[in-house]
């Protein structure tokens, strides 16, 4: 994931564990203190361990499979407004996993 998304993925993150611990912005809690007190891995390290994980699944597949059919497969021609532009593959590579 780049940043902007890691970015709004730990805001929405940490707006659900101050409901969570029920805790106001006047407390004036920070990131660190609420991390430590629900003893959770960060939101976005779970999805990157996911992304690989799954990664390395479907690259054992045998080769007749469809899902790694998909994955080596580069279709031509424009995608809609607002989808990623290049294959999962290139993101996963490059880090920036959607």
Known sequence: MENQYEKKIRGFEGRCLKGILETRWEHRVTNKEISERTFMR????EVKKRTWGRLGHV????KS??????LTRNPQGARKKGRPQGPWMISVESGRVE
């Open 42 to 45: 960060p939101i976005v390290k």
């Open 59 to 62: 690259l054992r597949l045998s």
């Open 65 to 70: 499979r469809h899902p790694l059919n998909a």
